[in-house]
């Protein structure tokens, strides 16, 4: 199994334009998130899928969009990038259920928005 | 909304023992989490505890929970170099998205 993987592993966009970044994961995990990593704040939760054809926002949605249009992949899209969208972006998945499921994570794409 | 505090920095001697620590606000969570991310990659977990335990142990991992005080910390004995990296401390209610705490860089000095 490869877990999860994001592609590309790197990316530099000038302000304005438009991408995607691809997130799959190949263990028929339901929930898919997006996060944002970013010096001293944390991790934060952009948008996330419980489920193929389902998404909700997170913390930092703007400037964001997400479709899960097969259970195993998650795409996230920026329309018109932003210098402050500059980042490492991390997806995760995870088997839903009350008991104890671990969630994987990705290895990252740094985006760096000029 | 639901909040993980964690302090940014650590620095421990080679063979010392490292405490991270972490407090939380949810009084409904049913598991907390320790993920380590090492330099350019992504995270992964290291141990977890179900909130009705006070302490797990796994190796050189101690993980103890004080529920009342909502406080959580992982120990790591006989810290090695190996060890430097970022320590997310994290929290889970039932199905909703884990909430992490901003991580502490742990730096060991040889």
């Known amino acids: 199994n490869a877990g999860v993987t994001q592609t590309p592993k790197f990316r530099v966009l000038k302000t304005g334009q438009s991408m995607t970044l691809l997130c799959a994961q190949d263990?028929?995990?339901?929930?898919m998130y997006w996060y944002r990593q970013d010096p001293g704040m944390g991790l934060r939760l952009i948008h996330y899928s419980v489920g193929e054809g389902t998404t909700a926002k997170g913390e930092v949605p703007d400037g964001y969009n997400v479709s899960r249009l097969k259970k195993q992949n998650f795409l996230l899209g920026l329309e018109s990038a932003a210098p402050s969208q500059t980042s490492v972006y991390f997806c995760?998945?995870?088997?839903?259920?009350?008991?104890?499921?671990?969630?994987?994570f990705g290895p990252g794409t740094r985006l760096t928005v000029l | 909304g639901e909040d993980v505090e964690q302090s940014l920095f650590l620095s421990v001697r080679e063979g010392d023992s490292s405490v991270i620590n972490c407090t939380y606000t949810d009084s409904s969570s049913t598991y907390l989490y320790w993920y380590k991310q090492e330099p350019g990659a992504g995270l992964q977990l290291l141990t977890y505890i179900f909130s009705n335990m006070d302490m797990k142990q796994d190796q050189r991992l101690t993980v103890l929970l004080n529920k009342k005080d909502k406080h959580l910390s992982l120990r790591i004995a006989d810290t090695q170099t190996g060890d430097s990296a970022i320590y997310f401390c994290?929290?889970?209610?039932?199905?909703?998205?884990?909430?992490f705490g901003k991580g502490t860089r742990l730096s060991v000095i040889a």
């Open positions: 995760a998945s995870r088997r839903p259920g009350q008991a104890y499921n671990e969630q994987f």
């Open positions: 994290a929290e889970v209610s039932g199905n909703t998205p884990l909430v």
């Open positions: 263990m028929n995990h339901e929930y």
